[in-house]
């Protein structure tokens, strides 16, 4: 028997085992054993359900494994909800981001002035010139450069990093849809 790094797996390897052992014993069983919905293991078992962490030790007591077996399968459980917990706040951050970015016109507007002549990289001239408090360019520039809209160079000036021919409504739009990349698209998954 290989090694179970997940809990899930451990129930796996359990339940097999005890099915070879008796051909009759059925995951119905090993559910009544845990004291566990048959439905609830069900979905745990196909990947449908993660293994409720707080289940983790009661569970392993009842199937006899060491201690220190069903603390690794809690540290594992443990980590991957955090994990999960951050890969989901990046997720939501990006998409505020996003929405930010798709219904705030300082973004574009700003992109727009980078490219007229005489363009001024300040804060104070660009938000009088967009008509927006400098709070808010200097919120719509931070949030640009960290997605890669804009950068700013070794003297200071903003640049428009976008590659777009022109900047109207809809293709900024277009743009900020397809090719800024999600959280998750670093992630190699």
Do not use: C
Not at 6 to 24: D, G, I, S, V, Y
């Amino acid at each position: 028997m290989t090694f179970a790094v997940t809990f899930r797996e451990r129930l796996m390897q359990e339940l097999a085992a005890r099915k070879a052992a008796n051909p009759r014993y059925s995951l119905r069983a090993l559910a009544t054993l845990l004291g566990a919905d048959h439905a609830t293991l069900s979905q745990i078992l196909r990947g449908k359900r993660q293994v409720p962490v707080d289940r983790i030790e009661p569970w392993a007591r009842k199937l006899k494994l060491s201690l220190e077996e069903t603390s690794v399968y809690a540290a594992v459980a443990r980590i991957a909800d955090e994990q999960a917990r951050a890969s989901h706040e990046a997720l939501r951050q990006w998409a505020a981001e996003m929405m930010a970015l798709l219904s705030q016109a300082v973004h574009r507007e700003m992109l727009r002035l980078t490219r007229e002549r005489g363009f001024k990289s300040d804060s104070r001239s660009v938000a009088s010139a967009i008509g927006v408090a400098v709070d808010e360019v200097n919120i719509a520039l931070s949030r640009m450069l960290r997605l890669g809209l804009m950068e700013v160079d070794a003297g200071g000036v903003w640049h428009d990093k976008t590659g777009l021919a022109e900047i109207t409504p809809q293709s900024f739009r277009k743009y900020v849809a397809e090719r800024v990349p999600s959280p998750l698209a670093n992630k190699g998954g």
